[in-house]
T-cell receptor
Framework: AQKITQTQPGMFVQEKEAVTLDCTYD???????LFWYKQPSSGEMIFLIY??????QNATEGRYSLNFQKARKSANLVISASQLGDSAMYFC?????????FGTGTSLTVIP | EADIYQTPRYLVIGTGKKITLECSQT?????MYWYQQDPGMELHLIHY???????EKGDLSSESTVSRIRTEHFPLTLESARPSHTSQYLC?????????????FGSGTRLTVV
């Protein structure tokens, strides 16, 4: 079976603090890509960050970083210095080449 | 600036009406997808296409149909709308089969059937 698991339905973080959103995946493939998307209340899906299964360095994009632990099959998203505009749903996803899988999402609320 | 466009953005329609949700992309992507998503919930794949004249049903059973006559256009049609069809519909496209390629999403259509 191939799937994505996000165990945190909702998270709260104080403004300017860092937050980690958890994601574990399950695949028997050796090659795959991992993605995080942000979905604000307006509904569009915004690409945040990508990590390839063979990438040795953790991906970073501005305030976003992906904590990739291949042996544990986890791909957690770390948001540093949270801002009010970070309040949104966050989806972890995996591309195995044959299919794209999405997690159930984590709702993040940034508290002023 | 979006390279994948969905219209309308919001639609309220009566039960029994036929509707078509439009999705167009200007990137020349072969792969296109339709997802259904209830507010704050997970995405469900309902249709996908890997190229012109190629369409497949996704994981979630849907009463909708799709067509792919041109690469850039992937409309979704509901022949007879019902309140159970009330949801957000997201269109996406992907550049290729490579693992590095994620999805580019449209802004979505929020459909309400009354």
């Amino acid at each position: 079976a191939q799937k994505i698991t996000q165990t945190q339905p909702g998270m709260f973080v104080q403004e300017k603090e860092a937050v980690t959103l958890d994601c574990t995946y399950d695949t028997s493939d050796q090659s795959y890509g991992l993605f995080w998307y942000k979905q604000p209340s307006s509904g569009e899906m915004i690409f945040l960050i990508y990590q390839g299964s063979y990438d040795e360095q953790n991906a970073t994009e501005g305030r976003y970083s992906l904590n990739f632990q291949k042996a544990r099959k986890s791909a957690n998203l770390v948001i540093s210095a949270s801002q009010l505009g970070d309040s949104a749903m966050y989806f972890c996803a995996m591309n195995t080449g044959n299919q794209f899988y999405f997690g159930t999402g984590t709702s993040l609320t940034v508290i002023p | 600036e979006a390279d994948i466009y969905q219209t309308p953005r919001y639609l309220v329609i009566g039960t029994g009406k036929k509707i078509t949700l439009e999705c167009s992309q200007t990137m020349g992507h072969d792969k296109m997808y339709w997802y259904q998503q209830d507010p704050g919930m997970e995405l469900h794949l309902i249709h996908y296409s890997y190229g012109v004249n190629s369409t497949e049903k996704g994981d979630l059973s849907s009463e909708s149909t799709v067509s792919r006559i041109r690469t850039e256009h992937f409309p979704l049609t509901l022949e007879s709308a019902r309140p159970s069809h009330t949801s957000q519909y997201l269109c996406a496209s992907s550049e290729g089969p490579g693992l590095v390629y994620g999805y580019t999403f449209g802004s979505g259509t929020r459909l309400t059937v009354v």
